[in-house]
Structures are given as structure tokens and as C-alpha cells.
Antibody
């Protein structure tokens, strides 16, 4: 069955770099897109960026200067790296499978706190 | 960037009510809109795709409609398990979520 699971540090210091991994199973990264979506505590959803099935990437213009998404198809993993973290980057980070333009499967999310 | 405005921010309704949630885009999004349901502490779930297509496994009391800039999610008979926050999402140009409508039981 299709599964996605996010992993990474729960706590990151301000100005540091966040590194998250999305490990997928039940589908191929060369057939489906994987997106990253985040949610500050008590707030709404924000689309961050996408790894397309063909390896192309696209990013939220507000985050583009700080964000990088990559993948390792042999390990079924998609990576998110975002630098210069600030306290308003605190939140839950989700990876989700893109089926055409829809998000049909989601990971459970990983909570990231930016604090010294 | 396209802005998505959802209304109302909070909606209180009773079990069995017909409930309508609205989403307005800042420009024509050509029906390229999904609705997601997020229950407390859970990941979002796809309910409706491309304006009016029910995702597999979603109860038929959920339906979507709209065109141009104005879109609606309707729950024909509210059930207790429908308590959640609902987000619209456009993918016509870029990717934008609305701020959500929190649906509560009266």
C-alpha cells in the first residue's frame, strides 16, 4: 500500500538549516510527484515545493531562496533542505503524493520547532 | 500569485444540517480546485478534486461545485465525524491553499 513517512530533527536552532526526509513505499518516485506542505501551529496549510516524477523541481516563490528539494530514487526518498530558519518556520511538515494535481496520500507529518 | 479566500472562517451547524462552505479565488482558476478535510491532529485528506469529483471512499454527502473564481463545498447532511477544518486549494497557477473554514457542531 502507498505510504509516506517524514523524518528529521524535532528541534532546529535559529539561522540553521532544516533537513527532512520523506521515505515512500508502494509507488515509484519516477511515476509520481512528491510535494512538501507545511502548517504552523494552529494555522493553515502552505505549499512549499514539489519534486516531479522526472526530477524537475518547483518552489513556493516566498521560500525559493531558502529551499531545496532533491531525491534518491534508489532509496525511495525525497529530501527537503531549508536554510536560515526562523521561529516562524516552526510547524508540522508534510510530504504528500501528487496524483495529477491532487494530493491523494499524505505522510503523518513531522513537527519541527525552531528555537534556541 | 493567486489568493484564495474562504468563508466563513468558522461555521457552527447541527447534525443533519445542509452546510455550504465557500472559496473565492483572486482570478479565474478554471475549475482547478480541490477540497481537503483536516481533522484535529491528523494530516489533510482529499475530498473533492477538480471542483466536483468525489475522491474514492469519500461519502456522497460531500459535493463540490463552482467555476471561474467562485467555488463551494456542500455537505448535504452534517454528521458528527465531519467536524474538521476544510481547505480549498488551487493549482491553476502556482499552488495556493485557502486559510480554511473550521466546521463545528452547534
Amino acid at each position: 500500500q502507498v505510504q509516506l513517512k517524514e523524518s528529521g530533527p524535532g528541534l532546529v536552532q535559529p539561522s540553521q538549516t532544516l533537513s527532512l526526509t520523506c521515505t515512500v513505499s508502494g509507488f515509484s518516485l519516477t511515476s509520481y510527484n512528491v510535494h512538501w506542505v507545511r502548517q504552523p501551529p494552529g494555522k493553515g496549510l502552505e505549499w512549499m515545493g514539489r519534486m516531479r516524477y522526472n526530477g524537475d523541481t518547483s518552489y513556493n516563490s516566498a521560500l525559493k531562496s531558502r529551499l531545496s528539494i532533491s531525491r534518491d530514487t534508489s532509496k525511495n526518498q525525497v529530501f527537503l533542505k531549508m536554510n536560515s530558519l526562523q521561529t516562524d518556520d516552526t510547524g508540522t511538515y508534510y510530504c504528500t503524493r501528487g496524483f495529477y494535481n491532487n494530493f491523494d496520500y499524505w505522510g503523518q507529518g513531522v513537527m519541527v520547532t525552531v528555537s534556541s | 500569485d493567486i489568493q484564495m479566500t474562504q468563508s466563513p472562517p468558522v461555521l457552527s451547524a447541527s447534525v443533519g444540517d445542509r452546510v455550504t462552505l465557500s472559496c473565492k479565488a483572486s482570478q479565474n482558476i478554471n475549475k482547478n480546485l480541490d477540497w481537503y478535510q483536516q481533522k484535529h491532529g491528523e494530516a489533510p485528506k482529499l475530498l473533492i478534486y477538480y471542483t466536483n469529483n468525489l475522491q474514492t471512499g469519500i461519502p456522497s454527502r460531500f459535493s463540490g461545485s463552482g467555476s471561474g473564481t467562485d467555488y463551494t463545498l456542500t455537505i448535504s447532511s452534517l454528521q458528527p465525524e465531519d467536524v474538521a477544518t476544510y481547505y480549498c486549494y488551487q493549482y491553476n497557477s502556482g499552488h495556493t491553499f485557502g486559510a480554511g473554514t473550521k466546521l463545528e457542531l452547534k
